[in-house]
């Protein structure tokens, strides 16, 4: 008898422990989150919208809480792992969850036709696949019409920005996360001075996490400059 094995994350990729689905403000999404909690929910979903909207923090925290209800799952990045080839998607039609981030970097006849494949082999053995991009489907160049039309096959959703009230929920989530606390005026510091990125952001929130706890020190507006003043 042999064992079935699974492919693993390549080696450059990592699921960030703090993207997870409790620090994800839904914010105006709550279609999206309907559909991806739903009990017959889809088996494809196409999500994209903005850079820094948190499209890899939702995929990769849906990733994360599938690991912890012992469900099989995947996450790739194509923006970085596409130099790997193809092969990197050898058997992940065996996983119960895929999630694709940046799927527009595979607009090339050898990966299109590789993800067609995937996408219709996920389809036929039940299993998940949620995708994500900076823009709907029909705007990228597609060479594959039929991958085209598999993505308009499930719900296609943009991902709406957080609003700053929502960013600033965002963040002290984040801080709670990480034993911290941060006030609404710390939060609108950072908006105002640093970005509205959230990738940014949580880089940065890392960061003052291991400053504070190497300084003892809170996380206040003094100790923020202080610390950008020395990176």
Not at 119 to 136: K, M, T
Not at 179 to 184: A, F, I, N, R
Request: glycine share 4%; net charge neutral.
């Amino acid at each position: 008898m042999t064992t079935q094995r699974y492919p693993q994350p390549p080696l450059n990729v990592q699921l960030r422990p703090s993207f997870t689905l409790h620090n994800f403000v839904i914010g105006a999404n709550h279609e999206l989150f309907n559909q991806l909690y739903r009990k017959q929910s889809a088996k494809s979903l196409f999500i994209w919208g903005e850079a820094g909207c948190g499209k890899s923090h939702l995929l990769q925290a849906m990733c994360q809480q599938a690991s912890q209800q012992g469900v099989r799952s995947i996450y790739l990045p194509l923006e970085q792992i596409m130099a790997l080839g193809v092969e990197i998607l050898r058997g992940c039609d065996q996983i119960d969850l895929v999630a694709i981030d940046s799927v527009s970097f595979a607009a090339t006849t050898l990966w299109e036709e590789s993800l067609f494949h995937l996408f219709n082999q996920l389809r036929h053995n039940h299993h998940r696949l949620l995708v994500a991009d900076r823009h709907p489907p029909e705007e990228s160049q597609w060479q594959l019409n039929d991958l085209l039309s598999r993505w308009r096959w499930g719900p296609v959703y943009q991902l709406q920005p957080m609003d700053e009230a929502a960013l600033i929920e965002a963040l002290q989530l984040r801080a709670q996360d990480q034993g911290l606390s941060m006030s609404p005026q710390v939060g609108h510091y950072l908006l105002k001075h640093i970005s509205r990125d959230t990738t940014k952001l949580f880089r940065l929130m890392d960061d003052l996490d291991y400053a504070s706890l190497a300084t003892q020190r809170r996380l206040t507006i003094p100790f923020i400059k202080q610390h950008l003043l020395q990176t």
